[in-house]
């Protein structure tokens, strides 16, 4: 299993549907299957996802955040792990709002 516990990850890509950019950071805790994180910067004021990873270390998660024009968005996320040479961790995510235009899109964080 994946190990998340105290990673920091930044936001590679994103399709333009979605409010994360390179200049948000994400803060990971992990107790046994259960994830959580934090999360700022960029468009984002203030952020919390929460999922469980499974035994192939991919995260199933919900996220809520308030973005820069004060507005509360919520989603779901996908988020499947590749170990990069180095050890560090990448996730490529498939993701859908459950609010606002509903639509979906894709994004990668990396570990930094």
């Given amino acids: 299993m994946v190990n998340l516990d105290g990673k920091t990850f930044r936001s ?9 950019s390179s200049d948000t950071v994400f803060h990971y ?5 259960f994830v959580w ?9 203030q952020g919390r996802l929460m999922g469980t ?3 192939e270390g991919i995260l199933t ?5 308030r973005n820069g024009r004060d507005e509360i968005m919520t989603g779901e996320c996908v988020s499947t792990p590749a170990i990069l040479p180095d050890g560090r961790i990448r996730f490529h995510e498939s ?13 990668v964080i990396e570990e930094v």
């Avoid at 994180?37 to 004021?45: E, H, P, T």
């Avoid at 998660?61 to 955040?65: A, N």
């Avoid at 993701?95 to 994004?107: A, I, M, Y």
């Fill in 29 to 33: 805790r992990q107790e046994g299957a």
């Fill in 95 to 107: 993701w859908r709002w459950t609010c606002g235009d509903f639509s979906s899109g894709e994004s």
């Fill in 37 to 45: 994180a934090d999360y700022a910067g960029g468009g984002i004021k």
């Fill in 53 to 55: 990873l499974s035994a």
């Fill in 61 to 65: 998660m919900k996220y809520l955040h």
């Fill in 12 to 20: 590679l890509a994103n399709t333009p549907n979605g409010e994360v």
